[in-house]
């Protein structure tokens, strides 16, 4: 149990387009999901935290015009990256918080590695 | 601050012998504390947590951590390594904030490398 699924899971785009990645909760409901950057050989970078029916919550420093995210239903978030540049180019991952569990521990989307031309 | 270290960035060691990752963490009230592991161009996969009770927890492959509260360590270790093993290894710990906020913050990572 508790799978998250991303996708895609590879894009590359043109400089000043936008990209969309989803996050889905394939066998639980997930009021909570995050969103990670990660860097090469670096740690995760919690960017916002996604709730279900209302706004997204940012990490100081993350822009919300440029990363918007949406938590349309209780299996799904999506992550947009808009006007897209080289420097957005980076790992995404997506996580979810399991409900009922007591340490809240997350499980992961498999990633999406954004490469902007 | 909240935070966790992970002081070594890679750790080498020969398949059959035992293996430690090691992790400390500094956070607010009682600690859960979490093992993950990453594989290249993967997300993280949850290999165990602590949140009470027996101070050594079993995981996934084979896996277990020592919670030590004076020290606010939680080691990882496998009693043999397999070259399988390889990978990057991230501790967690569960932070709360005001307004009953809380998120996990990981550490930098560990590569393990366990060599043939």
């Known amino acids: 149990g508790a799978v998250v699924s991303q996708h895609p899971s590879r894009v590359i785009c043109k400089s000043g387009t936008s990209v969309k990645i989803e996050c889905r909760s394939l066998?639980?409901?997930?009021?909570?999901m995050f969103w990670y950057r990660q860097f090469p050989k670096q740690s995760l970078m919690l960017m916002a935290t996604?709730?279900?029916?209302?706004?997204?919550?940012?990490e100081q420093g993350v822009e919300k015009d440029k990363f918007l995210i949406n938590h349309a239903s209780l299996t799904l978030s999506t992550l947009t990256v808009t006007s897209a540049h080289p420097e957005d180019s980076s790992f995404y991952i997506c996580?979810?918080?399991?409900?009922?569990?007591?340490?809240?521990?997350?499980?992961f989307g498999e990633g999406s590695r954004l490469t902007v031309l | 601050a909240q935070s966790v270290a992970q002081p070594e960035d890679q750790v080498n060691v020969a398949e059959g012998n035992p293996l430690t990752v090691k992790c400390t963490y500094s956070?607010?009230?009682?600690?859960?504390l979490f093992w993950y592991v990453q594989y290249p161009n993967r997300g993280l996969q949850f290999l165990l947590k602590?949140?009470?009770?027996?101070?050594l927890v079993k995981g996934s492959y084979g896996f277990e951590a020592e919670f030590n509260k004076s020290q606010t360590s939680f080691h990882l270790k496998k009693p043999s390594a397999l070259v399988s093993d390889s990978a990057l290894y991230f501790c967690a710990v569960r932070a709360s904030f005001s307004g009953g906020y809380n998120k996990l913050i990981f550490g930098a990572g560990t590569r393990l490398a366990v060599h043939p």
């Open positions: 066998d639980f409901q997930a009021t909570t």
């Open positions: 602590y949140i009470t009770g027996d101070n």
């Open positions: 956070v607010s009230g009682n600690p859960y």
């Open positions: 996580s979810a918080r399991v409900p009922d569990r007591v340490a809240g521990e997350l499980f």
């Open positions: 996604s709730n279900e029916g209302s706004k997204a919550t940012y």
